[in-house]
């Protein structure tokens, strides 16, 4: 009987020190690879109880509160990675909008001197240009018309004075002739009278 007994309580103890380091190697195996939470998990279910507290081994509490500093550290290096990609972004951003801001400005630009028209070194809309050169053919027209009239009037004119110059010169012949005439008539009579008063 007895060593029965002995042999149930050697089993006994090679089953908890078996369970016990089961227990030890979940929960280097819990604490190392785990998240946080399932970390906290772990060690709130397998802790002992004493009375309403839990008894938790020294070495899990060291070894959860160095992976939570490693959590955080992690955590803050990539927030800091975040940031600075941010930042470079933002930056990144800034000149985009500032070459697109010029982009802009340059198609505007383009755009402006695309719908106008350079006359003497002043860029003028098309609207403008068309109505300038409109406006221009318009006083040429009229100038042409007007000048048109005056040469059309000068012509009447110099045609009458043309016509009347003929009629004075024909009137000045025929007197010229008559005067002539008139003088040939006036010598004869004097050479006849001379003529009597020798003989």
Not at 1 to 21: D, G, H, N, P, R
Not at 101 to 118: P, R
Request: include cysteine; charge should be positive; glycine fraction near 2%.
């Amino acid at each position: 009987m007895k060593v029965k007994q002995l042999f149930i309580a050697i089993t006994l103890c090679f089953s908890i020190v078996a369970s016990a380091q089961n227990v030890a190697k979940n929960a280097n195996l819990k604490l190392k690879e785990g998240p946080i939470d399932e970390q906290f998990e772990f060690i709130i279910q397998n802790s002992n109880k004493y009375k309403n507290y839990k008894v938790v081994k020294r070495v899990w509490i060291e070894k959860l509160q160095k992976n939570v500093a490693d959590s955080i550290n992690a955590i803050r290096k990539d927030f800091d990675a975040e940031v600075a990609k941010v930042a470079t972004q933002q930056s990144e951003i800034e000149k985009l909008k500032a070459d697109l801001a010029a982009v802009n400005q340059k198609i505007t630009d383009l755009n402006t001197e695309k719908d106008s028209i350079s006359l003497l070194g002043l860029q003028l809309s098309k609207g403008s240009y068309q109505t300038l050169m409109w406006g221009i053919i318009a006083i040429l027209a009229i100038l042409w018309l007007f000048f048109a009239y005056k040469f059309k009037s000068s012509n009447a004119i110099t045609k009458e004075a043309n016509a009347k110059l003929t009629e004075t010169e024909q009137e000045f012949e025929e007197h010229r002739k008559r005067a002539l005439e008139r003088e040939q008539q006036v010598r004869r009579k004097l050479q006849d009278e001379i003529n009597k008063n020798k003989s």
